[in-house]
Structures are given as structure tokens and as C-alpha cells.
């Protein structure tokens, strides 16, 4: 863990180890080389094109009646017209914001968000959410919500790739890493846990996304079993060849990554075993955190495989959406109608939008839609799969709301921006 550790580790030790998962044992695995995921198409935020009015700093924003507060790093040079890459740091038990975004519990600068942010340049948008008592509990799932609201305020003002998201952390970060992944699996792209636990629950945990484990061999802390049962979540849902990769010996102070086999497109899993202890930044050849650390090029690595071409300019999108919304006391109903505009029929389909704080979807028809509130996703069902060019298809919902009735601001289809009609 950071330098701070030492003042923090007898309540780390007295709170996560008893948290800590139970795995099983791994024994020898093959390594596999990484290969490259194939690039989508950019799907650009509501405040692609906006004059922005958030700047580099710290926010208080209101998340389930509290106050809570992120700090944000915008890219110098900044372009409303480019949808940036997002990226989460979730901090570790006692530490804070200002610990990630500064990276001073290891390095100042050089480790700034796990190491990332030298590793970016301006390429990406870097958030630092500070913790309930400095720790990501999750009570409720209170800090999966505060995600949500955070990706709402950010994106609602700035230009966002939203096939693009990401959250890292160490340790309590980690597993709120985790619950993300479980989560908000169609949120995110991709996630590194490193030396993580269940400690922030896992809502849901059946659907697939890219996942990333790091841990170290000699955790006293979360130890590495229950670290292996976090990966093989994922290696189950992500439809990946099981196996027990190679870790380093104990003594040798090396790391070893495997890539897995055979996982469905676009949701790979790799694991990187370290020989030492609870810390987040080690290195080869040597003991303890420093800023020569490995494992910031391995997440960096891992993240930008996923690559995507940059929206269609305004006025050039395959897909139209008018959304109908008819309301009542806290009650409402959305009829919302896709349209392909497109010169080529839509053979599978998934809709992304943002429902207005305060909405949350009962039940709905002529889609599956998950989650329930936030950032949610419509797929198609089996009868309404294909769209002619030039054809539509209506699906809807039920959902009760706290007083906003008001329909999303912008529509995706299979990451493509969808021009907006109707009310």
C-alpha cells in the first residue's frame, strides 16, 4: 500500500481480512500473448460540441442525499469536438481524492491516477471520487449511484467517449472497481482490480466485460485467493478457457501476466501475479511501492487495446429516436421508436441513453433493459433484431420517477450517435 499505510494498516488488517474472499489454489498456467480488439465506433456524449463550464478541480454534487465530491483532470488543450477516453480512480481504505490524483503516496506526478496519467498525456479524462469515510462501503449500493450521477454531470458537460469508461483501483478501490464491474458491466469497458476483495458486494455479476487482476503473492491483507475467485467471475461470463496461469516464484520479487483463451469478443481477462505483499505499486527486483512500478504499463496496456474511430459529424447518424412520454403522478410511460437511416439494415441491436435522476424503470416491452436507472441499456429481442434500412422499430417502458418526467437527452445504437425527434 502507499506510504500512508503504516499509520492505517492495523484497521486495513482487522476490517478486510475478515471481508477478504476464500479461493482456490492455481498451479501451473500457459501464457498467452494479447491481441489487439477490433475498434467501434466512438459514441459521443451530450456534451460533445458544448462550451464547457467544468475545469480541472474539485466538485461537490448531490448523490442519494449527501454531498459527496470528486476531483476531475481535464486534458490540457482540451477539444469540445473530441470525445475523450474516461477513466475512474477509486482510492484504498484511509486514503483519498487527493491521494490518486496527485499519485503523492507514492511518487508525486509520476504515479497521479495509479501511474496513468503520464501514460495519457491528453488523450483522457480523469476522475477521482473521494469515498464515505474515506472507504467505498457501497451501503445499498449508494456509491455504485454516486458513479452514475458523477458520468452524468461529466459527460453532460464535456465530450465523452461513451464506449470508452474505465475504473481502476487498489485495494477498497479495487472492489469498488469490482462492483462496478458487476454492476455496470454495459458501462464500463474495462476494469483493473488490484489487490482486491468483495468488500463493496457484486449487484448482478453475470454479464460480461474486460477485466484485469493484479495481486501480489504474499497479500496478508485481501489475500491472492480471494483474488483468483474475483477473476474467475469473469473468466466464467466472459466465456473464457479456464486455467491456472503461472505465478512467480516467492522470493524472486517478478511478476508474470497471462492473457486468457478464448474469451468472447472484445472482453478479454488477464492476470498479473506479483511476489510480494499488500502494496499497489511494486516493482521487480526490489521490495515495496515505488514509482518505477510495472503495473501502470500493464493497466495502460490493457485499456488502450480498446480502441474506436471518432463519431460521424452532425447530421450524418444511421439512426433517428423520437421518445414519446406520457406522465402521471409519479408515474410514467416512454414509447420510444428506433429508426435506421442508415443504407444497411441493423442485424442486432442495443440502445444506450440516460434516464433523468429520479426515473427508474418497472418494467418495459419490445426490449430487455438493464439497469434499471442511469446509464441503461435496451437490447433487442428475438422478433425485432433486424431494421431495414429505412424501417423502425418501437419498444417501451414503465418507470416511476420523483417529479422529472423528462425524456433522455440523446440516444446510441450500437455505438453510433442517433439524431433526436419528437418529445
Request: charged share 15%; glycine share 14%.
Amino acid at each position: 500500500m502507499p506510504r500512508s499505510r503504516t499509520l492505517l494498516w492495523p484497521a486495513m488488517v482487522a476490517v478486510l481480512v475478515v471481508l477478504s474472499l476464500a479461493g482456490t489454489a492455481l498451479g501451473r498456467g500457459q501464457d498467452t500473448s494479447a491481441r489487439p480488439a477490433a475498434a467501434v465506433a466512438a459514441a459521443a456524449s451530450p456534451g460533445c460540441g458544448k462550451t464547457p463550464t467544468l475545469t480541472s478541480g474539485t466538485y461537490t454534487i448531490q448523490s442519494g442525499g449527501k454531498n459527496r465530491t470528486f476531483i476531475l483532470k481535464i486534458p490540457d488543450g482540451y477539444d469540445r469536438d473530441h470525445a475523450y477516453r474516461l477513466v475512474f480512480g477509486f482510492h484504498w481504505l484511509g486514503g483519498t481524492s487527493t491521494d490518486v490524483a496527485t499519485g503523492r503516496t507514492v511518487e508525486t506526478g509520476t504515479w497521479a491516477y495509479y501511474g496513468l496519467q503520464r501514460l495519457a498525456g491528453n488523450s483522457t479524462i480523469f476522475v477521482a471520487p473521494q469515498g464515505l469515510n474515506n472507504g467505498w462501503a457501497n451501503s445499498g449500493g449508494e456509491d455504485v449511484a454516486f458513479v452514475d450521477d458523477m458520468i452524468r454531470r461529466i459527460e453532460s458537460d464535456l465530450c465523452v467517449d461513451t464506449t470508452q469508461r474505465f475504473a481502476l483501483g487498489f485495494s477498497y478501490g479495487a472492489a469498488m472497481s469490482y462492483a462496478l464491474a458487476c454492476a455496470r458491466a454495459t458501462v464500463f469497458r474495462a476494469v483493473a482490480v488490484q489487490s482486491g476483495g468483495q468488500l463493496s458486494g457484486c449487484d448482478g455479476g453475470t454479464q460480461p466485460i474486460a477485466y484485469l487482476g493484479v495481486h501480489g503473492l504474499r497479500d496478508n491483507v485481501l489475500g491472492i485467493a480471494g483474488g483468483r475467485t474475483l477473476r474467475d467471475r469473469f473468466v466464467r461470463n466472459n466465456g473464457c478457457t479456464p486455467q491456472n496461469p503461472p505465478e512467480p516464484a516467492q522470493g524472486s520479487l517478478t511478476h508474470r501476466v497471462t492473457t486468457y483463451a478464448g474469451c468472447s469478443a472484445g472482453h478479454p481477462v488477464a492476470w498479473a501475479a506479483f511476489d510480494e505483499g499488500h502494496i499497489a505499486a511494486p516493482q521487480d527486483g526490489a521490495p515495496g511501492d515505488s514509482g518505477r512500478t510495472w503495473v501502470p504499463g500493464e493497466v495502460w496496456k490493457f485499456f488502450t487495446q480498446f480502441q474506436s474511430s471518432e463519431p460521424p459529424p452532425p447530421g450524418t447518424a444511421g439512426c433517428r429516436v423520437t421518445d414519446t412520454v406520457s406522465a402521471w403522478n409519479n408515474g410514467l410511460t416512454s414509447n420510444i421508436t428506433i429508426t435506421n437511416t442508415g443504407p444497411t439494415a441493423v442485424d442486432g441491436w442495443s440502445l444506450l441513453f440516460t434516464l433523468p435522476a429520479g426515473q427508474v424503470i418497472t418494467s418495459g416491452w419490445n426490449a430487455d433493459y438493464s439497469p434499471t436507472s442511469g446509464q441503461v441499456t435496451a437490447r433487442n429481442l428475438a422478433h425485432n433484431a433486424v431494421i431495414a434500412p429505412g424501417a423502425s422499430t418501437t419498444i417501451g417502458f414503465q418507470a416511476t420517477h420523483t417529479g422529472v418526467t423528462a425524456a433522455p437527452t440523446s440516444f446510441t445504437l450500437n455505438g453510433t450517435s442517433c439524431a433526436v425527434g419528437g418529445s
